[in-house]
């Protein structure tokens, strides 16, 4: 892979240079990470679904993958090193896979299926905020308005006006620039910590008896009499779900936890597409460190919270609670959010209203992610010329590629609707993660295959000299990656009860990777015609 100086790269290239500002720093780049692993928003709302794995234990799934995601960490700082520019994943993958393989895999995996999780952080926003505030408000207040109108936030219309709050504070996030994108989440970091410091308070002072006294008064005063503590457990016991105990670590049905898992985990690398905008991204030890050190960290609140809970709710409860949501709803009609449990905890509104309002701050110091990243991949395949280069203008003083952000938001709102209102689609959002595994697979690749089919590349980096037996580092965290995507791959596929291998949903995302590789087509056929080379683009690093 040649160099090129600017002069002979602006033939090829939007422009000479990105625009694009270095406004982050590492721990920025750190905090953006340990967000993107949310321990609350995203592991809160998987491990509900612990009970589809009746004899599984979500603490040793917790653990496994996340020792064999620290390889992901590794790879994805390596490939930071060695290319730090804006677009991660597209960047790498179409100068070392092919403008082809890259193009669809990026486009589809960063920018086509994000726009599927709007409606899912949608649906958390009402599950793990809203709902919770409004239904504390509602009892405190004496407010049957209030309740009345929780329960409608979770309906389809109620779940549509979420998606577009979503996606408003998203966009107005990402629109700010870097620079106060990284005050707005250090800020909102700070408070989320201390609200997750006061959950774990609340549920250490509390005890199992505590609790079920205190959730039966308020289940009573807002639903009915049958969402009491005893009927949801003897209704779980008649239907034979029996949770096992936290102790209980059989292997078997842990490694069938971690597909589920892999919803809240599987992102410390979410900011690498950012990397073009951190100062200091081609130090590989500072970002390896940044990535591992939120995973590490989230890793270990959350064995933490698991045994927190198990201490103040008890583990049995809180699962048999997750069960009764998804296969007992009129048992358990709003979803177990264990900040709302522990709000439950303790009888004064005050605290539950405090706690309710601290722990919002993990969702909205989270919720620019669904845009920020892709973006950045939106801008990179635009400054390739292989899509409206007017994607990859920015503007202001914040230096801000603002058609791309419209180019996320528009088509959001759109998928928003279908999700609300047209019957079975939300199904296809299930394959949310599994579209990214999969182009999480392409770099993978990429990074085994990059030593030896770029030495010169390879050579000329800093990241060169890590090796082991002689096999470069970037080889082997590529291979460590691909082995826990590929199995989470074909689980997803083969196992009916994560809820992805439907052949509508099958369907449907083969139309999304079709449609990506027309529009490769279409802009790599414009481009020969204009008398561009693509391959000579795509042989080419892009400027900074």
Not at 502 to 512: D, F, K, N, T
């Amino acid at each position: 892979m040649a160099r090129k100086d600017y002069a002979e790269k602006a033939q090829l290239f939007v422009r000479d240079a990105t625009g694009l500002v270095r406004s982050w720093s590492v721990f920025d780049a750190f905090i953006y990470a340990f967000f993107s692993i949310n321990l609350v928003t995203l592991g809160m709302y998987i491990f509900a679904s612990g009970p589809f794995i009746p004899r599984g234990n979500l603490m040793p799934a917790v653990i496994i993958s996340g020792a064999f995601l620290v390889f992901e960490c590794i790879l994805y700082s390596q490939m930071i090193s060695i290319m730090p520019r804006a677009g991660g994943d597209y960047v790498w993958q179409s100068r070392i896979l092919g403008g082809a393989v890259g193009y669809i895999l990026s486009i589809t995996g960063w920018v086509f299926i994000l726009w599927h999780w709007i409606p899912i952080y949608g649906t958390i926003l009402a599950y793990e905020f809203v709902v919770p505030m409004l239904v504390i408000l509602g009892k405190a207040l004496a407010s049957a308005g209030l309740v009345r109108l929780a329960f409608w936030c979770t309906t389809g219309p109620g779940i549509f006006v979420m998606s577009i709050i979503t996606a408003g504070i998203a966009a107005l996030y990402v629109s700010l620039g870097m620079g106060w994108y990284a005050r707005m989440q250090k800020l909102m970091w700070f408070i989320a910590m201390a609200g997750l410091v006061l959950l774990l308070i609340v549920l250490l002072v509390s005890t199992p008896q505590v609790f079920t006294r205190h959730f039966d008064r308020f289940m009573t005063s807002i639903v009915s009499v049958h969402s009491q503590y005893a009927q949801i457990m003897a209704n779980a016991a008649k239907a034979g779900y029996h949770p096992v105990a936290l102790t209980s670590w059989q292997l078997g049905p842990a490694l069938l936890l971690i597909p589920m898992v892999l919803f809240f985990n599987l992102w410390p690398n979410w900011g690498s597409t950012l990397y073009g905008e951190v100062r200091g991204a081609s130090e590989y030890r500072r970002n390896a460190a940044g990535m591992i050190w939120a995973l590490g960290v989230t890793t270990i609140l959350a064995i933490i919270f698991f045994l927190v809970v198990a201490k103040g709710i008890g583990w049995a409860t809180y699962q048999r609670l997750n069960w009764a949501f998804y296969s007992d709803p009129k048992g358990m009609p709003l979803f177990p959010y264990p900040g709302l449990l522990a709000a439950l905890a303790t009888t004064s509104p005050i605290l539950q209203v405090l706690l309710i309002l601290l722990m919002g701050a993990w969702f909205f110091g989270w919720c620019g992610t669904v845009f920020l990243s892709s973006t950045r991949v939106i801008f990179a395949a635009a400054f390739d010329r292989m899509a409206p280069e007017r994607l990859a203008d920015v503007t202001g003083r914040r230096r801000v590629p603002i058609w791309a952000v419209v180019a996320m938001v528009v088509p959001s709102i759109i998928v928003s609707a279908l999700y609300a209102f047209v019957p079975g689609f939300s199904s296809y959002t299930l394959d949310a993660t599994v579209v990214i595994g999969v182009m999480y697979l392409g770099t993978a690749v990429a990074g085994m295959i990059l030593p030896y089919t770029h030495p010169d590349l390879y050579r000329a980096s800093p990241v060169s000299r890590y090796q082991i037996g002689g096999v470069p580092l970037v080889t082997i965290a590529g291979i460590g990656f691909a082995l826990i995507l590929g199995f989470a791959l074909y689980e997803w596929v083969t196992n009916a009860v994560y809820g992805v291998n439907a052949l509508g949903s099958a369907i449907y995302m083969a139309v999304l990777y079709l449609i990506a590789a027309a529009i490769y087509v279409v802009y790599r056929t414009l481009r020969k015609r204009q008398g561009i080379n693509v391959e000579q683009i795509y042989g080419n690093i892009p400027a900074e």
